[in-house]
C-alpha cells in the first residue's frame, strides 16, 4: 500500500510519518517546502512539492497513491486563512484523491467540531467531515481534542524557566492525546475494514484542567509556577477588536476557539468503541502523568549537566586566576 501522507511535517504529521514508515509503508509526502522536510527523506519518506492551495499540485502527488492521510492545517504564522485551507484547500484533495481513484481517505477533525457553529474552524471542520462522507471516497474521520506536545511550551517550560503561566479562568478540561499514539490510530485504521466510513474520537485517558496540569508540572520539576489568570471576557474584547482589521482576521479566528473551552465542559469522549474496533490496548496510551514524568526527568538531567559543566568551568577559571597558584608556580620556576 503506498501513502501520500499531507501534513507531514506538522506535530501529528511527522509522527505519522514515523510510524507507517516503521510499519513497512511507502510514504509519499505532500510538502511546501522541500528544505523544511529534508528530515522526512532521511527517515525514508519521498517528498513531492505541492500546496493543498494550489490544486494543480494535486494529481502529481496522489499519481500510483492507494491512501491518503490528511493532517494539513492552517499554521497560525501563516497568511493563508482557515477558510482558504481548511475548506478551498481540503475540498480540492478531496476531489483530487476521488478522480485519482485513491481507496482510503483518513481525515483529521475536531472533537465536537458539529457543536460550536459559532468557531469558525469547528464550522469548517463540520463542513468538511461531511463533503468528505459525501464524497464516495471510503473515509474514516478521527476527532482529536488536544495533543500533549503542546503542553511543553505552554505549561513545563514557563515553569522550569520561572516565566508567567497562563490560565483561563474555569476553562474547560481537555483529554489530551500524545500524538505518537494518535498516528496508531491512523496508520491502524488502513488495515482495519471496520473502520470505512465511520468517524471515531481520539482523546487521551481523562480531561485534565489548566491549574490541574501546572500542579503535575510543579511536582515533577520542583519549581512553583508564577501563575497569570487570563479573564475570558478580556480575550473575547480583544478577539472583537482583532475583527476591525483585516491582517487580525485569522488570529480573531483562532480566538474565537475561546468560545469552545469557556464553556467549561469537558473535552473529551468515551474511547471503548474506538479502542475495540481499532484493536488497541488501552493500556499502551501514555497518560498525561507518565509524558510529562519522562519529559521532565530528561530535561532534569540535561540541566544537572550544564549546571556540572558550567561549575567545572568556573572552578578552572578561579585556579587559573588564584594568585597563591601563580606565587607558587612562579616559586617552582625560580628555583629551576
Ligand atoms: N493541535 C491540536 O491540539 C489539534 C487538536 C485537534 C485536532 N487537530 C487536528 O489535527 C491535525 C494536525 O494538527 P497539527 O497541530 O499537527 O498541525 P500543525 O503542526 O500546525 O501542522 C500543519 C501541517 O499542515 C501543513 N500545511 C499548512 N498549509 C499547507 C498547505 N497550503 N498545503 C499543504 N500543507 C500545508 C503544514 O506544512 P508546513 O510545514 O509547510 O507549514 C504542516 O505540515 C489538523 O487537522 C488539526 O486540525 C489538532
Redesign the pocket.
Known amino acids: 500500500m503506498s501513502l501520500l501522507i499531507?501534513?507531514?511535517?506538522?506535530?501529528?504529521?511527522?509522527q505519522i510519518t514515523r510510524r507507517a514508515l516503521d510499519e513497512g509503508y511507502k510514504v509519499r509526502c505532500?510538502?511546501?517546502?522541500l528544505r523544511?522536510?529534508a528530515f522526512l527523506k532521511e527517515w525514508g519518506a519521498e517528498l513531492i512539492q505541492?500546496?493543498?492551495?494550489?490544486p494543480e499540485t494535486l494529481p502529481p502527488a496522489l499519481a500510483g497513491i492507494t491512501a491518503v492521510i490528511?493532517?494539513?492545517?492552517?499554521?497560525?504564522?501563516?497568511s493563508?486563512s482557515i477558510r482558504?485551507?481548511?475548506w478551498d484547500?481540503q475540498v480540492a484533495l478531496i476531489q483530487a484523491a476521488k478522480a485519482a481513484k485513491v481507496e482510503r481517505f483518513i481525515?483529521?477533525?475536531?472533537?465536537d467540531a458539529e457543536q460550536y457553529p459559532e468557531v469558525p474552524?469547528m464550522e469548517i471542520?463540520r463542513c468538511t467531515e461531511q463533503f468528505l462522507a459525501e464524497s464516495g471516497l471510503n473515509y474514516t474521520i478521527?476527532?482529536?481534542?488536544?495533543?500533549m506536545?503542546?503542553l511543553i511550551g505552554q505549561y513545563a517550560i514557563p515553569v522550569l524557566e520561572k516565566q508567567a503561566v497562563w490560565v483561563m479562568g474555569d476553562s474547560s478540561p481537555i483529554a489530551?492525546m500524545d500524538?505518537q499514539d494518535?498516528a496508531r490510530f491512523a496508520v491502524a485504521a488502513l488495515q482495519k475494514p471496520e473502520t470505512i466510513n465511520r468517524t471515531f474520537p481520539v482523546v487521551g485517558p481523562r480531561a485534565w484542567g489548566g491549574y490541574e496540569i501546572i500542579r503535575l508540572c510543579e511536582r515533577l520539576s520542583g519549581r512553583e509556577a508564577k501563575v497569570s489568570r487570563m479573564p475570558i471576557g478580556l480575550l473575547r474584547a480583544f478577539q472583537k477588536g482583532l475583527r476591525f482589521f483585516q491582517w487580525g482576521w485569522n488570529t480573531a479566528d483562532r480566538l474565537s476557539f475561546t468560545e469552545v473551552i469557556a464553556t467549561g465542559k469537558p473535552l473529551t469522549a468515551s474511547m471503548d468503541e474506538t479502542y475495540a474496533v481499532f484493536g488497541i490496548d488501552p493500556q499502551e496510551i501514555t497518560t498525561l502523568e507518565s509524558y510529562m514524568q519522562e519529559y521532565f526527568s530528561r530535561i532534569m538531567k540535561k540541566l544537572k549537566e550544564l549546571e556540572y559543566e558550567r561549575e567545572k568551568a568556573k572552578e578552572k577559571a578561579r585556579k587559573k586566576r588564584s594568585p597563591f597558584k601563580s606565587a607558587t608556580a612562579a616559586k617552582s620556576a625560580t628555583k629551576k
Open positions: 499531507v501534513g507531514a511535517t506538522g506535530t501529528l504529521g511527522r505532500l510538502v511546501r517546502s523544511k522536510a505541492g500546496d493543498l492551495c494550489k490528511d493532517a494539513a492545517t492552517t499554521r497560525p504564522t501563516d493563508l482558504q485551507l481548511d484547500g481525515f483529521f477533525s475536531i472533537l474552524l471542520k478521527l476527532r482529536p481534542c488536544g495533543f506536545q503542546g489530551y500524538t494518535i
